[in-house]
């Protein structure tokens, strides 16, 4: 549990050295969103939140980063096409559809390549697409795709930890952001509801021997008949 606050401070820490400001919100949103959070941890959290929304602030001041600029640190490192996949997410994608379809197709960053891909399904955009990740290339409609949070993979399988961890709810919240990250990491495809509970213990095993606790499988299997 240490180990993974420690990262993710570090991580957030990185971008605002880095001056990417965009990159450190996203991810303090999505940490200070959890329902569960140590005291201290918190507490950090909020001093860097503050810090940067006053430099997001000053930022907005000279104007929002316009369409062309986001687009082009989409072509960037790695940090640089997560933290602009997730402002265009806000834009009409519409806008930029043979761009996406360019990025698409050249192996980009998978977590911001997933945020763009949802955010097309999300605004009912239906065109044709070849995603290339890890040199296997994919062909979709847009208009097909399921949003992550709403497919079945994903929302069986946030019940099935729901059940299972009611009396663990520091071990639940990390399981779920596995489930997320899986299911999100996973499109354009989706996990149905029988491959739920199996997807759902998965991530309930790597939340576990993240956080020093590799027996908790076997209890929860004992409670639970699984």
């Not at 919100?25 to 940067?52: G, H, N, Q, T």
């Not at 996973?186 to 590799?214: R, T």
């Amino acid at each position: 549990m240490e180990n993974y606050y420690q990262e993710i401070l570090r991580e957030i820490q990185d971008a605002m050295y880095q001056k990417d400001y965009e990159e450190a919100w996203f991810l303090l949103k999505r940490e200070l969103e959890m329902p569960y959070i140590p005291l201290d941890v918190e507490a950090k959290l909020k001093e860097m939140a503050r810090e940067v929304k006053r430099e997001r602030s000053e930022q907005k001041e000279t104007g929002e980063p316009s369409l062309d600029t986001l687009l082009h640190q989409l072509k960037g490192k790695p940090k640089s096409q997560l933290a602009a996949a997730g402002m265009l997410c806000t834009r009409n994608l519409r806008e930029c559809i043979d761009e996406i379809r360019d990025w698409l197709s050249k192996d980009p960053q998978p977590e911001a390549a997933s945020l763009i891909i949802d955010a097309l399904a999300e605004q009912g955009i239906d065109e044709e697409f070849e995603y290339r990740r890890n040199g296997v290339e994919y062909t979709f409609y847009s208009g097909d795709v399921v949003p992550a949070v709403r497919s079945d993979g994903f929302r069986y399988g946030d019940g099935w930890l729901k059940k299972w961890l009611v009396h663990y709810p520091q071990y639940y919240e990390m399981a779920r952001t596995l489930l997320i990250h899986e299911v999100y990491l996973f499109l354009p495809l989706s996990y149905e509801k029988n491959e739920a509970k199996d997807l759902a213990f998965m991530c309930l095993k790597q939340a576990a021997d993240a956080m020093g606790d590799p027996s908790l499988p076997d209890i929860v299997k004992k409670e639970h008949k699984i």
